[in-house]
């Protein structure tokens, strides 16, 4: 009888710990074919559509404007769909004016898209120049390597600089690269997650 339980308690052991070592490492047991053709053609578009943005960055930057129009029309109508949910309630007032400054915004930049254009080469200036000042503050406190870091902020500063410097020529061409790098970027990480999960 003590035989038996011995035997039992020895089998429930292990079966535990087969079950843990699936839980915690993952399975090495065959979990079936997994399907990335799907990710592979979202790779392979995103790159074509990456490469044309850097072909025709004037026709990307009007595109980036629109999309950032329609964005912000879409989601100041569900805003102001939102505060009519929300009456009674301290945030339905900031929803309402939040939804319809959207809207008004949206709408100015989906019609005068080289308004919007000139608005987002304009807060891309501003991101180079708000993080270069971060950089420069951040390295000057390193001895090390600070001063790359230092170095790094300078450049984005005076990318910024130009970039306001040169405006409204550089309003036509650079949210078309911008937009060019991000689908360049998530292409190739699409492509090399496909081809890592096939192999």
Do not use: K
């Not at 003590?2 to 065959?30: C, K, Q, W, Y």
């Not at 987002?120 to 001063?147: P, Q």
């Not at 410097?165 to 990480?189: C, D, N, Q, R």
């Amino acid at each position: 009888m003590s035989l038996e339980i011995n035997d039992l308690d020895r089998l429930g052991r292990h079966f535990l710990e087969a079950e843990m070592s699936d839980t915690v490492f993952g399975s090495t047991r065959p979990t079936g074919h997994v399907s990335t053709g799907w990710l592979l053609a979202y790779g392979v578009l995103s790159i074509a559509v990456g490469v044309a943005a850097f072909v025709w960055p004037v026709t990307a930057t009007f595109t980036a404007a629109l999309l950032a129009g329609c964005f912000l029309i879409a989601t100041g109508a569900v805003a102001v769909v939102a505060s009519f949910g929300l009456r009674g309630h301290h945030f339905s007032a900031y929803t309402l004016l939040y939804g319809i400054l959207s809207l008004v915004i949206g709408a100015w930049i989906a019609f005068e898209p080289l308004t919007g254009a000139l608005s987002l080469t304009l807060m891309i200036a501003i991101w180079l120049s708000a993080r270069g000042v971060m950089e420069i503050a951040i390295g000057a406190r390193f001895r090390r390597f600070g001063i790359s870091l230092v170095l790094l902020g300078i450049v984005n500063v005076l990318l910024a600089i130009w970039i306001i410097w040169s405006m409204p020529l550089t309003a036509l061409t650079l949210p078309g690269y911008v937009l060019g790098i991000s689908f360049l970027f998530s292409g190739v990480t699409a492509v090399l997650q496909a081809t890592g999960a096939q192999r």
